[in-house]
């Protein structure tokens, strides 16, 4: 295990490559923003527009929404800079916090805009979520593949040629399709949503068809299609500190009012659901790095702070999983103490960690560091 020497992001993470540097990927491509040229990007984007712009029946393009701050930043770069007629797409939570309710209603009334929103089946989420936790140890799988397959297929249905999406997270954070490209077309086939599909049917409890909203579209549809999907973080610089920034000026609210997580470092993230935070927190026990990691890392490439102010907030606030979301997860999936906890055993990497007599778990690494001698007995 080795840690990247500019960030505070592991060699854990899947799909993330290092320079012989010794730094990561994700930091290279921080800095290589710092040498594009924004404004040919910028006018890159003008010309889409103009391309596009008047030629829908109602609308003039689609934006994937969530009503975070990257979603706001979009709709505003779209909306405001290149006075297009959007309408937002959106895949509504099954347990949305207050504050991410008012900031999709929000980004609607301040922008003026449409929302088509889909709302998963409640009784496949259920399900899906206790499913995902103890199969693949993601609990949010039927709501990721849902965020990535809806937009396509509504912007399709909706005959528009132009749909937007925020940054590549696997070219901005580290993972496997790590190519700056302008367009989204090879989206659905990063790693976020595994394809696992037959393993969810073996019991009988779902249909095929009941999960056949969140397919997403092949690439042979897509290109039948005429769509032109594309990542706003191409054209413009990515900058998650800056993009919060811009959004609170149009109405975006973070959530420090109506609930303080454990375990993050901001209260701008990911806000819009509780349960949303117990798939991020699994990276932890899978990869030793979670939540404070991933912020942490941005804001030391954006030179927002250092490496050694972060390395003790992150040893702190990563092992933290927020008991709100446990109480929460438990209730929603209706699953007890007893089968939670063992599930939790099942994700923990042995070559990261080792479990103690009674159950505990404790870190065979250091933050910032890398792996360090393991001791046998954290007790004495
Ligand atoms: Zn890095």
Redesign the pocket.
Known sequence: MKY??????PDTRPGITFMEDG??????NYEKQKHTDWNTRFKELETLCDKYRGRGNKYDCAIAVSGGKASHFQVYIMKEVMKMNPVLLSTSCTDWTKTGAQNIQNIAETFSCDVISIQPNPRVARIMARKAFEEIGSPTWYLDALIYAFPYRMAAQLGLKLLVYGENVNYTYGGKYNIETPSAKFQPLNDVVKPVWDKWLEDGQITAAELESAKQMTLEEYDRSGLEAIYMSYFVPWDTHHNYEVAKRWGFRHMEHEYCREGTLENYNQIDSLSYLLNQYLKYPKFAHASATEMA?RW??AGLTTREEMIPLVKKYDKRLDQGIVDAFMEYTRMTPREFWKTMDKWYNRELFYQDRDGVWHEKFEVGVGLIEEKTNSLF
Not at 23 to 28: F, L, R, W
Request: with cysteine; glycine share 0%; charged share 20%.
């Open positions: 990247c020497k500019k960030c505070l992001m730094v990561c990927a994700p930091c290279h890392s030391i490439r």
